[in-house]
T-cell receptor, first 114, second 116 residues
């Protein structure tokens, strides 16, 4: 069965700090990987996704993530965070070519201090 | 494009009553719709997957007689929480995939259910 681990439950950073949120998954086959963001009071939005090709994926708002197959990881990064990045971030995995189900991690609550 | 709406956004009901939540894809036809439950400070838990015109597939541990899912058309799925109890209070979120972008889910804004 697939599972997703997000190691940081709550992260607090100052503006302009660099961000890296960890995500590891367990599944032996080929996967599609996602990061979703949920801003306060809003619904989930796709931040970026990896299906195939270049393992370094760039998403919206300056976020990027790197798929490292050997480490089963898909960490999210941003070189300089802003107060508006305060949100909850979810890593998710889908077993490619099996079904449409996406398994979510427990989320990381990011709080940016102004 | 790819907007998903949910109605109502918030509902409060008495214990023992049933509540229906609608999920609509506004500008695309949804191949598949999903229903999630989100507990406070926890992740989304997939409850069931539904395809238009067929029975929903429920995840292990989810009571199908309690959480009735109807996917009547390519743009509408409903979740009915039957005989609701306080422990059913939660945030229910639906999502949908479209034929042109399988594996990418578009999420609704969620429905906050409070059972008194």
């Amino acid at each position: 069965a697939q599972s997703v681990s997000q190691h940081n439950h709550h992260v607090i950073l100052s503006e302009a700090a660099s961000l890296e949120l960890g995500c590891n998954y367990s599944y032996g086959g080929t996967v599609n990987l996602f990061w979703y963001v949920q801003y306060p009071g809003q619904h989930l939005q796709l931040l970026l996704k990896y299906f195939s090709g270049d393992p370094l994926v760039k998403g919206i708002k300056g976020f990027e993530a790197e798929f490292i197959k050997s480490k089963f990881s898909f960490n999210l990064r941003k070189p300089s965070v802003q107060w508006s990045d305060t949100a909850e971030y979810f890593c998710a995995v889908n077993a490619k070519n099996r079904d449409d189900k996406i398994i979510f991690g427990k989320g990381t609550r990011l709080h940016i201090l102004p | 494009g790819a907007v998903v709406s949910q109605h109502p956004s918030r509902v409060i009901c008495k214990s023992g009553t049933s509540v229906k939540i609608e999920c609509r894809s506004l500008d695309f036809q949804a191949t598949t719709m999903f229903w999630y439950r989100q507990f406070p400070k926890k992740s989304l838990m997939l409850m069931a997957t539904s395809n238009e015109g067929s029975k929903a597939t429920y995840e292990q541990g989810v009571e199908k007689d309690k959480f009735l899912i109807n996917h009547a058309s390519l743009t509408l799925s409903t979740l009915t929480v039957t005989s609701a109890h306080p422990e059913d209070s939660s945030f229910y979120i639906c999502s949908a995939t479209r034929t042109s972008s399988l594996n990418e889910q578009f999420f609704g804004p969620g429905t906050r259910l409070t059972v008194l």
